[in-house]
């Protein structure tokens, strides 16, 4: 008899697959988790702890600004600090500050300062994730980089179904501040995995075939080679001994994949994650309608259970990210994001249906919460994917800054789209806006269409 395929077999060919979930990703996968839940959490709860102390509903848009506008400064400014001091330096940072944030309101039940409180959570929150991510795709193998991303979202999954829910049940509670208290135990705990994650100092923590040790080992072999035909050269005089210093210099400056003296705009802005960044731009304003909007939406149509939408978009993500190994590796990117692109054209469509032609209370309810599931399979593919092709298309010396400029998109067009939405729908009402978003998913295919690399 044959020898039997390993567990980690290609089923297709029988050859051993590389090593997918390491002890680091998993810390770095569950610690993500722990601050995309606190960040949905505050989110979704921040305006009904305001409102419980006499803050109005404008202040509370105010504050959610606040936020988001703390997380693009810090997404900015972590990106170099990513690439020059490390992920788990940023990271520690990014929960203390976070921490910071969620402990300040049990000091105080004046709303006020509460623009301090965002501000602080917003970039503790924007430094944590944009760190993790550049940390998760360290300790990937780069033939299952599509996949194991997939399945570092899964944190931002589970996250919006179980962080709002959680933080409106602690808001709800006597006294409210047990928000805060709950909140801070989850950030707490997502700190205490990142003392743990010490891949950079021992990078033999991570598989053989990580992009972070592999990547290593080769400018090692590549600095001993080098180091050796000096010495060789030594031999030969002082001239074309500090010759050979000069031309090793030069050569470990490009191995390294940078340049010495780089501008400010260089070490922020990476152009080679344009071509995953741009189509997000466009396509995240509609993710911000259904972030900020459908829940209003739905209840404004009467739907009874307007948050299910969530939760059921939350399951349906998570679905797609656990079977995305038989397809994000395996297929050009731009075969593969017509399909998530068209699921959310039909998502929005049922949406538009729910408000014109669905006059009835159950069939129209049930095709509401329906289109979350459809539209969980849009994102649950399409935000995995365009992440993947920002950083695959950069150098991994660069990964901090592509990661950055990925999710600084995102920011930009989620918080941007809460204005626009609001104006338009107040302008037309829903129907016309939920068509707006539709025109940005599909104009979203056309921009991946011509700035999709070729390979």
Not at 50 to 71: N, Q
């Given at each position: 008899m044959g020898k039997r395929a390993s567990k980690n077999d290609d089923s297709r060919g029988g050859s051993p697959r590389e090593q997918l979930w390491s002890t680091t990703f998993v810390l770095v996968v569950a610690s993500t988790l722990c601050c995309f839940m606190v960040g949905q959490g505050l989110n979704s709860s921040t305006s009904v702890y305001?409102?419980?102390?006499?803050?109005?509903?404008?202040?509370?848009?105010?504050?959610?600004?606040?936020?988001?506008?703390?997380?693009a400064v810090v997404r900015l400014l972590s990106g170099p600090l990513i690439d020059g001091r490390g992920r788990r330096i940023v990271m520690l940072f990014g929960f203390a500050v976070l921490i910071v944030g969620t402990v300040g309101p049990l000091f105080t039940h004046d709303v006020a300062p509460f623009v301090v409180f965002r501000?602080?959570?917003?970039?503790?929150?924007?430094?944590?994730?944009?760190?993790?991510?550049?940390?998760?795709?360290?300790?990937?193998?780069?033939?299952?980089?599509?996949?194991?991303?997939?399945?570092?979202?899964?944190?931002?999954?589970?996250?919006?179904?179980?962080?709002?829910?959680?933080?409106?049940?602690?808001?709800?509670?006597?006294?409210?501040?047990?928000?805060?208290?709950?909140?801070?135990?989850?950030?707490?705990?997502?700190l205490s995995m990142i003392f743990l994650c010490r891949y950079e100092k021992h990078p033999e923590m991570l598989p053989e075939e990580a992009v972070y040790r592999r990547r290593l080992e080769e400018g090692e072999s590549e600095a001993a080679r080098t180091g050796a035909a000096e010495a060789g050269k030594e031999s030969e005089g002082g001239k074309r001994a500090e010759a050979a210093e000069t031309t090793t210099s030069t050569a470990q400056s490009r191995m390294e994949g940078r340049p010495k003296r780089e501008s400010i705009a260089s070490r922020i802005f990476e152009k080679h994650a344009l071509p995953g960044t741009l189509p997000m731009i466009v396509l995240s304003p509609a993710f911000g309608f259904v972030i900020f909007f459908v829940g209003l939406y739905g209840a404004s149509l009467g739907v009874g259970n307007a948050g299910l939408f969530y939760t059921l978009s939350a399951v349906s993500m998570i679905l797609v990210r656990l079977k995305s190994g038989a397809f994000m590796d395996r297929f050009a990117p731009i075969v593969i994001l017509p399909v998530a692109l068209a699921c959310g054209l039909v998502a929005f469509a049922m949406l538009v249906a729910c408000g014109t032609v669905?006059?009835?209370?159950?069939?129209?309810?049930?095709?509401?919460?329906?289109?979350?599931?459809v539209y969980g399979f849009c994102i649950g593919i399409a935000l995995p994917l365009n992440q993947s092709v920002a950083v695959k298309n950069t150098p991994p010396e660069r990964w901090g800054a592509a990661n950055a400029l990925f999710q600084l998109a995102n920011d930009v067009g989620i918080g941007g789209a809460c204005v626009i939405w609001g104006i338009v729908n107040d302008c037309f009402g829903f129907p016309v806006t939920i068509c707006c978003a539709m025109c940005c998913i599909a104009a979203s295919y056309f921009v991946a269409r011509a700035v999709y690399p070729k390979e």
């Open positions: 305001v409102a419980l102390y006499g803050g109005t509903a404008a202040y509370a848009g105010v504050l959610a600004a606040v936020f988001s506008g703390a997380a501000i602080l959570q917003g970039a503790g929150f924007s430094a944590v994730t944009t760190a993790s991510a550049t940390a998760a795709a360290d300790a990937l193998p780069a033939s299952r980089m599509g996949e194991g991303i997939g399945y570092y979202g899964l944190g931002q999954a589970l996250s919006m179904s179980v962080g709002p829910a959680l933080a409106l049940a602690l808001v709800s509670t006597d006294p409210p501040e047990n928000l805060f208290v709950g909140v801070t135990a989850i950030a707490v705990v997502g669905l006059d009835g209370a159950p069939v129209r309810d049930a095709v509401f919460n329906l289109s979350g599931i």
